[in-house]
């Protein structure tokens, strides 16, 4: 059973621009929070960005901030994350991550606040 799916991965060269997208299942997953996480060739998967459905506060990791924007439309049930200004290490499956508990500011940054997860998208980054 899928509960999250990502799309809009691909091969964009240093500096392009990506949009991932990230539906939940079912509106169980709509009420707190989705987040972006990574995981480079041979590294732990890494936090990216977070971000509430009820009031849209975002939170990001500090090596995207400036660079990646997350959103979403509620109406759609739908999450965001925009990437622009691509770096060759920002190489990585992506994964799109949802939880159906409240999540506090100070832990929605690590992956046991969420219950289910994306399959993953591959972006590759060429130099």
């Known amino acids: 059973q899928v509960e999250v799916v990502e799309s809009g991965g691909g091969l964009v060269q240093t500096g392009g621009s990506l949009r991932l997208s990230c539906a939940p299942s079912?509106?169980?997953?709509?009420?707190?929070?989705m987040g972006w996480f990574r995981q480079a060739p041979g590294k732990e998967r890494d936090f990216v960005a977070a971000i509430r459905w009820s009031g849209g506060s975002t939170y990001y990791a500090d090596s995207v901030k400036g660079r990646f924007t997350i959103s979403r439309d509620n109406a759609k049930n739908m999450v965001y994350l925009q990437m622009n200004s691509l770096k060759p290490e920002d190489t990585a499956v992506y994964y799109c991550?949802?939880?159906?508990?409240?999540?506090?500011?100070?832990?929605?940054?690590?992956?046991?606040?969420?219950?289910?997860w994306g399959q993953g998208t591959q972006v590759t980054v060429s130099s």
């Open positions: 991550a949802a939880t159906k508990r409240q999540v506090w500011s100070s832990t929605i940054y690590y992956e046991y606040s969420y219950d289910a």
């Open positions: 079912d509106r169980t997953f709509s009420r707190y929070a």
